[in-house]
């Protein structure tokens, strides 16, 4: 596609709930970031994915958050028993290669726990 | 940790010329330093990258000295839709290939 893609692009969900937010990358891009962002901060890195490497999960707040990516391609990061703190905008990006400094962003989901 | 240090926020008005710089004391021979721009409700987007001296394109200059301790955005005649927020990156030190954004710097541009 033209860009990356995130969907959905609003999400509200009871507390405990479980949540899945999808990114579709650029096309050929091998690495994958999600990164996770609360209002007025920065982005906060949750998890990367790099070809067929086992991905660095470094980031990722505690056992219930986990990401897959599926062929290569499209990842979904999964959140179990949603919490209030979880309540963020979570971005997606890709880049062409492992190394290259330029990201793509997708326009993010922004999580509501309620 | 913080890699990079850059203003909280910086406040400038129309057509003026505005300059946000970053320090980077830990940078590693190979990396590049790279700027980011963020509007609200919106992922970051690339706008320049250099590894010394100078780099301009058609959005901003970065300006980098010879240590390359520390880099300049430039932006040009500044208007008010480059209100956003400005994110300096280099590598991590030690090879981490994952972009690590800071707070970044918050530029408000006034009438």
């Known amino acids: 596609g033209a860009g990356v893609s995130q969907s959905p692009s609003n999400k509200v969900t009871e507390k405990g709930k479980d949540v899945e937010l999808r990114c579709d990358p650029i096309?050929?891009?091998?690495?994958l970031y999600w990164y996770r962002q609360s209002l007025g901060q920065g982005l906060e890195f949750l998890i990367y994915f790099q070809g067929n490497s086992a991905p660095d999960k470094s980031g990722l707040p505690s056992d219930r958050f986990s990401a897959e990516r599926t062929g290569g391609s499209v990842s979904t990061l999964t959140i179990q028993r949603t919490q209030q703190e979880d309540s963020a905008v979570y971005l997606c990006?890709?880049?062409?290669?492992?190394?290259?400094?330029?990201?793509?962003f997708g326009q993010g989901t922004r999580l509501t726990v309620v | 940790l913080a890699k990079t240090t850059q203003p909280i926020s910086m406040d400038s008005y129309e057509g003026q010329e505005v300059n946000i710089t970053c320090s980077h004391n830990?940078?590693?021979?190979?990396?590049?330093i790279t700027w980011y721009q963020q509007f609200p409700s919106q992922g970051p987007r690339f706008i320049i990258q250099?590894?010394?001296t100078k780099v301009t394109n058609e959005v901003a200059s970065l300006f980098i000295p010879a240590d390359r301790k520390s880099s300049t955005l430039s932006l040009p005649r500044v208007s008010l839709s480059d209100t956003a927020v400005y994110y300096c990156?280099?590598?991590?030190?030690?090879?981490?290939?994952?972009?690590?954004f800071g707070r970044g710097t918050s530029l408000i541009v006034h009438p």
């Open positions: 990006a890709s880049s062409l290669s492992r190394g290259d400094t330029e990201a793509f």
């Open positions: 990156l280099v590598r991590e030190s030690g090879g981490s290939y994952i972009p690590t």
């Open positions: 250099g590894y010394k």
């Open positions: 096309s050929g891009h091998t690495a």
């Open positions: 830990n940078i590693a021979t190979n990396d590049y």
